[in-house]
């Protein structure tokens, strides 16, 4: 969507600036008053919802990686020993 509006304004800035618009001068304007807005309104929701599952990604692979270390930890202390089963029974 952002994309599209960024598209749309700036094309119709350089049809403006060319003197003489395809579509007009007034829909040429009309065009540019709500394609700048938003796009910038939708890319800075991009944006944020980018940085927002970035965090939430980063978030995950830290918890991984924990749990990776933990059960990397538990494999180097070798097999427990029947002894220490039954007495947790």
């Known amino acids: 969507m952002s994309m ?5 304004f700036t ?4 049809e403006l600036a060319g003197g003489k618009p395809l579509l007009g001068q007034t829909a ?37 990686e924990r749990q990776d270390e933990l059960a990397r930890q538990r494999a180097l202390q070798g097999p427990v020993p029947l002894e220490a089963l039954k ?3």
């Open 11 to 14: 094309g119709s800035l350089t």
């Open 87 to 89: 007495e947790k029974e």
């Open 28 to 64: 040429t304007i009309a065009v540019i008053a709500t394609a700048g807005p938003g796009f910038i309104a939708s890319f800075v929701v991009a944006v944020k919802r980018y940085n927002e599952e970035k965090e939430e990604d980063n978030a995950r692979l830290e918890e991984e």
């Open 4 to 8: 599209l509006l960024g598209i749309s």
